[in-house]
């Protein structure tokens, strides 16, 4: 393990791969949780209407079980769509620390036509001759 004065040093050469800071990425699974959350309420919402008022069996069913029917989905909604809002913004950090290194790579390659701009040409192997001294 490195030494603490050198574990900053450490910690920005070996980057998280997946993405960006960790702080975002829970920002981003909070809100698409939330998000989740109320879009499946809703539709859990709409299909206890419908079931209270088609089904006589949904209606002699304790107050519990309904709340637990109703909530099942939302909790599934919101886990389903914090991962995937997870997954696009890792994809998103991926794309961005892609274009990154290509920009990079494509920068070092400008400097160096550059830099054969500025040099010489290379002729080739240079070919020495012998000199006949009888």
């Not at 909070?30 to 079931?51: D, E, N, Q």
């Not at 769509?81 to 997870?86: N, T, V």
């Amino acid at each position: 393990m490195p030494s603490p004065s050198r574990q900053a040093d450490v910690s920005k050469s070996h980057r998280d791969p997946r993405g960006g800071s960790a702080d975002e990425a829970a920002k981003t699974a909070m809100w698409g949780g939330l998000i989740g959350c109320l879009k499946w309420s809703i539709y859990s919402a709409l299909g206890g209407l419908v079931a209270y008022r088609f089904s006589p069996v949904f209606r002699n069913l304790t107050p519990q079980f309904k709340v637990y029917l109703f909530m099942c989905p939302v909790t599934i909604g919101g886990m389903v769509e914090a991962d995937r809002r997870l997954r696009q913004y890792e994809a998103r950090i991926r794309m961005e620390r892609r274009a990154e290194a290509l920009s990079q790579a494509t920068g070092i390659w400008d400097d160096l036509e550059e830099l054969e701009k500025l040099t010489p040409e290379f002729v080739g192997p240079v070919e020495v001759k012998e000199q006949n001294t009888a």
